[in-house]
């Protein structure tokens, strides 16, 4: 049975950046729905070839210019890591037709040497953006809406029931499993670590002992969303501290997780400097920490910080996918006093605090009108982001924000 297609919040700005470079270089992990949209959107003027069989890949690399002299532009050619050696050849092509635009679409799931070597080749000649797992927005089939903060405001997404969002949460959010209720969930996750790690890990960086690796990636999993102490970490998984930043760099680099930093300004206060880190899809970061069924992820000890990266990980999504990259930190001071997410608007900042309760309290707003008011009026007013219903207010500037509403 074929998957119905779930429009991307990425497809106007790959189509814009297709007539204004002559390639676009579109990155994301595995599984993440680059090709079905690429097919989906270009599929009627570009032919598309994928570089992962082995005849494929072999012929792109024993002779690239005969190669790509089969492939007369527009072409989409996926999965370039496989064949970057065709990179120089691709960029000796456009500059011998600098004026057309949209000749080549790439896609690549390695971030770190992808990207160096398209800065190599194509610099300047190509849009680099990025397609990660689906948004809560896409999956609601509203691609384009806009933020509550964002003018003009948009309308809510469909009501969700608690055990439906876990669930969700649960499932997480790859095109292949989030669209697919009958698929066994675990079952796809496990088989998806599996391929990352001897596919993915293996190809950036000779690592020996993956069981080993494995081990560091639960042991970051179970510390999402909290302050990354990188000593500890690796004495926990029993390697250096230098082998635990590579291993992130690692993690970073194959869109596994995402690093959020703390937002510094010159106010006057020593600010902590270690940053959090994030999973990009919950539902891999359900299974690492062995999370099985709703009760146990919603009321568990890791219950909110699940919450927490999922309303990171949407709204670092939500950006990504308008071609933008997302200026996204947390606060906190040396003393304690801490906001989870502030959006940096250039002259204005979003703080936005996330609470678990489904039950709205003023005391939640304290760290936001602590934040306002040493930003003053470069704060914007803030919103307490919770699975409840009410559209309340917190304080002067302070309101809730219930779920469906962001």
């Known amino acids: 049975m074929s998957q119905i297609y779930i429009p991307r919040s990425l497809e106007p700005v790959v189509q814009q950046a297709a007539q204004q470079f002559p390639a676009v270089v579109l990155i994301g992990p595995r599984q993440s729905g680059k ?92 849009a680099i953006l990025k397609l990660l797992p689906l948004s809560r927005w896409e999956i609601a089939g509203m691609p384009e809406r806009r933020l509550p903060w964002e003018q003009p405001a948009t309308a809510s997404l469909p009501s969700q029931p608690t055990a439906e969002l876990w669930a969700q949460a649960l499932r997480g959010f790859y095109p292949e499993i989030a669209l697919s209720p009958e698929r066994d969930a675990r079952l796809w996750q496990g088989s998806y670590i599996q391929t990352y790690l001897e596919r993915d890990v293996r190809n950036l960086r000779n690592i020996g002992d ?12 179970a510390r999402s969303a909290q302050l990354l102490n990188l000593s500890e970490l690796a004495r926990d998984v029993g390697v250096s501290v230098n082998t635990a930043k590579a291993w992130i760099s690692i993690l970073e680099a194959s869109f596994q997780i995402f690093i959020l930093r703390p937002y510094f300004a010159n106010i006057g206060k020593r600010l902590i400097k270690s940053p959090k880190v994030y999973f990009v899809d919950t539902g891999l970061l359900c299974y690492l ?3 099985r069924d709703i009760e146990h992820a919603a009321a568990g000890p890791m219950g909110g910080a699940i919450f927490e990266n999922l309303i990171v990980s949407d709204l670092y999504k939500i950006y990504l996918h308008r071609g933008e990259v997302p200026a996204l930190y947390f ?54 982001i919770y699975p409840g219903k009410m559209l309340l207010p917190l304080g002067q500037r302070v309101a809730t924000l219930p779920l469906t509403n962001l």
């Open 289 to 291: 920490v062995g999370l």
């Open 35 to 126: 090709t079905t949209m690429l097919q989906h959107v270009f599929g009627d003027h570009y032919q598309i070839v994928s570089l992962e069989p082995p005849d494929v890949r072999l012929a792109a690399m024993n002779d690239p210019r005969g190669f790509l002299s089969l492939y007369t532009p527009p072409v989409v050619f996926d999965e370039i890591q496989y064949a970057p050696n065709l990179l120089p050849y691709i960029k000796e092509q456009i500059d011998a037709n600098r004026n057309r635009l949209g000749q080549f679409i790439l896609t690549g799931s390695q971030n770190l040497l992808l990207m160096q070597q398209v800065t190599e080749s194509l610099a300047g000649r190509a």
């Open 210 to 221: 993956l069981t080993l690796y494995q081990t560091f990636l639960r042991a970051l999993a």
């Open 331 to 384: 606060w906190r001071t040396a003393s304690g006093a801490e906001v989870d997410l502030v959006i940096d608007l250039q002259h204005e900042l979003i703080p936005l605090e996330i609470k678990l309760s489904e039950t709205a309290r003023p005391e939640m707003a304290k760290e936001l009108i602590g934040f306002q008011h040493v930003f003053k009026e470069k704060a914007r007013p803030g919103y307490v």
